[in-house]
């Protein structure tokens, strides 16, 4: 029964993958996975790198450096998650890939593998779900509201231009009348994340963690904060302009 109804997700989702996981420009992969307890152990992390690049998609892990539109905007890339159901004769692995949103977009078959190794183990197994991500045929393809957005942009440029610019330079200067660009907040654990306090004390965000180190969703915007080259950086939509935040966070 079980493996009926994993042959049906993996049906469904891959249904559904194949209309919207070339809208997706990256794959970002973490340096380590939680069935393992080190960074990359087994190569787990490095291999599934390979394989994505290997099936014509553009993958990188975690720690490395990242091209700079997606440092900007996270959400043009797909996250990974490797879903382990091992038994005493299998080890078996299931590939997730999350949108920033944390909202699965696509499930790989179950791989698996009958070694006693588990470097071999892994390998075999994760080169096995592999199998279902080899068919998508990957070719990415820049979604249809992005390009409605650039022919927006190219007819409006300066008037957009302002717009964005006047909202990023307001809420700086709201946050800091000494002119600070970092807002400083402390961090109060709440369920599945936490709530961003300024010095008054008043809750400014509440954060909810995913499955990637340094990486949050901001809860009731459209948006996420996340950890790029030392700096929190806030990134929401406000009335239809990009806002983008520098924080100090005390956690």
């Known amino acids: 029964m079980i493996r009926i109804l994993s042959v049906l997700l993996f049906l469904v989702w891959n249904g559904y993958g194949q209309k919207t996981i070339n ?19 087994y190569q787990t992390s490095s291999l599934t790198k390979f394989l994505f690049n290997k099936y014509g998609f553009t993958a990188f892990i975690e720690s490395d450096n990242l091209p700079p539109d997606l440092v900007q905007n996270r959400c043009i890339a797909l996250y990974v998650d490797i879903l382990e159901d091992s038994g005493m004769f299998k080890t078996k692995n299931t590939i997730q890939l999350k949108d920033c949103y944390g909202e699965i977009i696509f499930i790989s078959k179950v791989g698996e593998s009958r ?11 994760i080169r096995d779900a592999f199998s279902s991500i080899k068919t998508l045929g990957y070719q990415y393809t820049i979604p249809s509201q992005i390009q409605k957005e650039k022919k927006d942009e190219e007819v409006l440029l300066p008037v957009a231009s302002l717009n964005k610019a006047s909202v990023i330079n307001d809420v700086s200067m709201a946050n800091n009348s000494k002119g600070n660009a970092r807002q400083l907040l402390y961090a109060q654990a709440i369920e599945n994340g936490y709530q961003l306090i300024d010095k008054e004390p008043k809750k400014v965000f509440e954060i909810l963690e995913t499955s990637l180190n340094d990486v949050f969703i901001l809860k009731d915007k459209t ?19 990009l806002v983008v935040e520098k924080l100090d966070i005390k956690f």
């Open 23 to 41: 809208n997706y420009k990256y794959i970002i992969i973490p340096k380590q996975f939680n069935f393992v307890n080190k960074p990359d152990k």
């Open 115 to 125: 070694e006693k190794e588990y470097k071999k183990a892994y390998n075999e197994a």
């Open 223 to 241: 948006g996420i904060v996340y950890k790029n080259q030392g700096f929190w950086i806030a990134e929401f939509y406000k009335q239809g302009n």
